[in-house]
């Protein structure tokens, strides 16, 4: 009902607009003063051009340095190095373009407007500039393209036999951790087997699940390959962590994944940045719901020998709640037993 009532509002509003611009029309007609066809509005906005070009360039580079600090944080993966380096080649060639482009833009409004003893040449086309325009974009965005489909590919390829596999899975509105013990390989799951005590829906009649564990945090090596598995419970999120330049969708029912190397621990960077409370993160970059700014994990970068300390340090699902193993079969329960034992030796 209301939105019809604005519809009709805004129809009765456009149409007064309308009259009003018929009437000044008509009165200019019968004054004679039609005729002309530039008046002083025309040098008028001819200037405003110049100063929008002025404003809004002062202020784009103004913002550029100001921030620039925010948006180049230091880099904390091998990948990195080479996606930065690719994003500011193509900043390069694409702000040389703009800059251009943009000043060439806002000058000839003001340098051709109009003069009534001036009349425009008939410039019909030019093969020629035709020819260069297309050819030397062409060759200059596929070699980009090119440049850039080969790093993917690079960064996308299988993770190495020995990654460190890590599983994260985002739900409405947190990640939950999860490492493959000592097999490095990861359980299987079931959304069917999600509980109150069972988050991640861990299968647990899967025998590579037994020394599954969780963990508040994702801890990871320095110089070794890590390798993120990525899902989501319910709705779209995405793992963004900007310092290892990684950032990955995590897609209900399609699992994702994301391999790289670490190359500065947390304690390296907080040196780095003389910022003692400094942390590594991922964040959610996926507008998932109102819990979405929420949806924070740190990640703590240690050195190998550390992580393979923590990693031994570390309990099972079924250690921190042995309920989890009831009502497995036989043998896997005695698996499961075994463990529990050597835990509490
Ligand atoms: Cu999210």
Redesign the pocket.
Known sequence: MYGFLIGVGVLLVLSIVWMVYRIQTLVSVVKGSDKKIASGSNKVNAILFILFLLGTGILMFWYSIKEFDNYQLPIASEHGVITDSLFWITMAVTGVVFLITHILLFIFPYKYQYKEDRKATFYPDNNKLEIIWTAVPAVVLAGLVISGWVAWSDITAPAPEKAHVVEIM????AWEIRYPGKDNVLGDYDYRLITASNSHGVDFTDKNALDDFPSPKVVIPKGEPVLFKIR?RD????VFAPHMRLKMD?VPGMPTRFWFVPTKTTEEMRAELNDPEFEYEIA??????R??FG?RRVIEVVEPEAYQKWYAEQKTFIQQNPALAEGLSTEVKELAEIQLRESNK
């Open positions: 985002g739900y409405q509105f989501a709705v779209l999120h995405s995590a959610c970059t996926e507008i998932c719901g819990g979405h949806m």
